[in-house]
């Protein structure tokens, strides 16, 4: 009986191909479009969710206007953030972020290209990134102190222990 049904469905497939090709068509980009969604969803979701305190973390944005056109960016003003945080009792930790630029470090003949970012010392407080070495609590203490990932730290010290070491940082202009 179910053999007598899949024989008579590819008949009228065969029957019927153009209409056959629209509905398979549709089906297929209908479900690439639902895939695409819940993949969006899920990103918008999820976006930074394996910080503790996720819930909890804001970014404030800036709206400027140019030419006719608004645009959105990250800049703000550096006091921003001591003026939010003295202005509203609610705000625990306010972090100053300077994003866009290129440093050159230079270790001994070794020399390093990085897409450097300047922050606060309370940045290590509001976002628990996982260090593989020394204290959330004292990284960014001292002003000329910087966070290497492994693998950049790998580059330059090899097997050494980078913690012990200094170098030259030089910062190229942002782009």
């Given at each position: 009986?179910?053999?007598?049904?899949?024989?008579?469905?590819?008949?009228?497939?065969?029957?019927?191909?153009?209409y056959?090709?629209?509905?398979?068509?549709?089906l297929?980009?209908?479900?690439?479009?639902?895939?695409?969604?819940m993949?969006?969803?899920?990103?918008?979701?999820?976006?930074?969710?394996?910080?503790?305190?996720?819930?909890?973390?804001?970014?404030?944005?800036?709206?400027?206007?140019?030419?006719?056109?608004?645009?959105?960016?990250?800049?703000?003003?550096?006091?921003?953030?001591n003026g939010?945080?003295?202005e509203f009792?609610?705000?625990?930790?306010?972090?100053?972020?300077?994003w866009?630029?290129?440093?050159?470090l230079?270790i001994?003949?070794?020399?390093i290209?990085?897409?450097?970012r300047?922050?606060?010392?309370?940045?290590?407080?509001?976002?628990?990134?996982?260090?593989?070495?020394?204290?959330?609590?004292?990284?960014?203490?001292?002003?000329?102190?910087?966070?290497?990932?492994?693998?950049?730290?790998?580059?330059?010290?090899?097997?050494?222990?980078?913690?012990?070491k200094?170098?030259?940082?030089?910062?190229?202009?942002?782009?």
């Amino acid at each position: 009986m179910f053999r007598n049904y899949i024989t008579v469905a590819f008949r009228n497939l065969r029957k019927n191909k153009g209409y056959t090709f629209l509905n398979i068509a549709g089906l297929a980009v209908g479900m690439a479009c639902a895939f695409l969604i819940m993949l969006w969803v899920h990103d918008e979701l999820t976006f930074n969710a394996f910080h503790k305190n996720y819930d909890k973390l804001y970014q404030v944005k800036h709206n400027w206007n140019f030419d006719g056109t608004i645009s959105t960016g990250s800049p703000t003003p550096f006091s921003l953030a001591n003026g939010l945080k003295s202005e509203f009792s609610e705000i625990q930790y306010a972090c100053r972020v300077d994003w866009n630029h290129s440093s050159l470090l230079r270790i001994g003949d070794k020399k390093i290209n990085l897409s450097s970012r300047f922050v606060d010392s309370t940045f290590l407080k509001m976002f628990s990134f996982r260090m593989l070495q020394g204290s959330p609590k004292t990284a960014l203490n001292d002003p000329n102190s910087i966070i290497l990932t492994e693998e950049k730290a790998k580059v330059l010290f090899g097997d050494e222990d980078p913690l012990v070491k200094s170098s030259d940082l030089t910062t190229k202009t942002p782009r």
